[in-house]
């Protein structure tokens, strides 16, 4: 686990990220988020990798990876820390705007 978080972090130091660089860190963040989910304990750490994931998803252009992660990253900070807390707070916020910003629910809302 250890060497898949000094990949991701080398990723996040380089300046410029080819979309070859992209897919490697979504690489790396689903085999660290498979290796997480086994240990079946609720987490900010897992919720953190699938914000990552997520916005990973958001710069390839695939707005449903995207949403499935956002939604899972809310699930586990609702677990972790409560619906009340400021985080989840604001992660759902950004969840409406996801979706209202994806013209599949727009016209799957007329």
């Not at 990723?11 to 997480?36: G, K, T, V």
């Not at 609702?78 to 013209?103: K, R, Y």
Request: with cysteine; charged share 25%.
């Amino acid at each position: 686990m250890a060497d898949l978080r000094l990949q991701i972090t080398t990723y996040y130091h380089l300046e410029s990220r080819p979309q070859a660089d992209i897919y490697a860190a979504m690489n790396n963040l689903r085999e660290l988020a498979e290796l997480m989910e086994q240990e079946e304990l609720p987490s900010l750490e897992l919720s953190n990798v699938y914000l990552e994931q997520s916005s990973l998803f958001h710069k390839l252009g695939d707005q449903r990876g995207r949403r499935l992660k956002h939604r899972q990253a809310l699930q586990m900070r609702l677990l972790c820390l409560g619906a009340n807390h400021p985080s989840c707070v604001s992660l759902a916020s950004e969840g409406l705007t996801i979706s209202q910003d994806d013209p599949v629910v727009l016209r799957a809302g007329h």
